[in-house]
């Protein structure tokens, strides 16, 4: 396996051409490889699904805030009719 290098932009995809690698897009031929890879992707959906509640809450938290301190400003500063 090759080492990171961060400014190789086709670092990921040269290791896919290299003769020992194995081919990455031929299906896996084992019930315990496709096992394998259905607890990664389960484990990838529960993060994503944890992130994406956490944004959901980081954007309702905004909206809080703002309407907060719109209230907070008419009160300082009434409209007059």
């Known amino acids: 396996m090759s080492e990171y290098n961060p400014n190789d932009p086709f670092a990921l995809f040269s ?11 031929t299906p896996p031929m084992s019930i ?4 394998k890879k259905i607890a990664e992707c389960r484990t ?5 699904s944890m992130q994406v509640g956490m944004l959901q809450m980081t954007v309702k938290t905004l909206e809080m805030q703002k ?7 008419q009160g300082l500063d009434p409209k007059e009719p």
Do not use: H, R, S
């Open 44 to 48: 990838v959906e529960q993060w994503l």
């Open 15 to 25: 290791q896919f051409f290299k003769p020992n690698a194995g081919n990455p897009f």
């Open 32 to 35: 315990e490889e496709i096992d």
């Open 67 to 73: 309407a907060g301190i719109t209230a907070f400003k």
